[in-house]
């Protein structure tokens, strides 16, 4: 089976930077998307980033210009370098990949207050 361990979350001052890691536990085959998803209390779970195995990239428009999405292919690992944060970045932050059906992380809370 898959698994996608996450890390990088934790709490930051608005205007700080965090990264997030995503490993997958193999690598045999490439994943076609990687990229991460995020989901506030009473909000719905909406798409931050994604990146395809070429390296092309989709943001959605909140994080635009703020975060970046890279990959290394070799180690089936996902990154969102996340800079500029802002509170309302709060948010439980879920890495996935797919290659046939979606795989899911855990999730990591990332956490933007003074």
């Known amino acids: 089976q898959v698994q996608l361990v996450e890390s990088g979350g934790g709490l930051v001052q608005p205007g700080g930077s965090l990264r997030l890691s995503c490993v997958a536990s193999e690598n045999r085959f490439r994943f076609n998307a990687m990229g991460w998803y995020r989901q506030a209390p009473g909000k719905s779970r909406e798409l931050v980033a994604s990146?395809?195995?070429?390296?092309?990239?989709n943001y959605a428009d909140f994080v635009k210009g703020r975060f970046t999405v890279s990959r290394d292919n070799a180690k089936n690992t996902v990154y969102l370098q996340m800079d500029s944060l802002k509170p309302e970045d709060t948010a439980l932050y879920y890495c996935?990949?797919?290659?046939?059906?979606?795989?899911w992380g855990q999730g990591t809370q990332v956490t933007v207050s003074s």
């Open positions: 990146i395809l195995s070429g390296g092309s990239t």
């Open positions: 996935y990949a797919t290659r046939g059906i979606v795989y």
